[in-house]
């Protein structure tokens, strides 16, 4: 019977093992997706920036061509 008891002790073991071994994949996988998150909104970020900035640029050109053609 005790052999029986430690079959099974090295069965669950095995089992929580590969259980084990899942989560630290997914936490792998969470890690690089929030950092891939990260670097993207930095990028989105920067480009709105740029985006706002030529807006404004504009907005003064147009505003420049208002004041001229008065």
Do not use: P, W
Request: overall charge negative; charged content about 35%.
């Amino acid at each position: 019977m005790g052999e029986s008891m430690r079959m099974i002790d090295v069965e669950k073991l095995i089992s929580y093992s590969d259980d084990l071994v899942e989560v630290l994949n997914d936490i792998n996988n969470l890690t690089q997706c929030f950092q891939h998150f990260n670097d993207l909104r930095s990028h989105c970020d920067a480009d709105s920036n740029e985006v706002h900035q030529l807006l404004r640029e504009y907005e003064e050109k147009i505003e420049a061509c208002k004041k001229k053609t008065e």
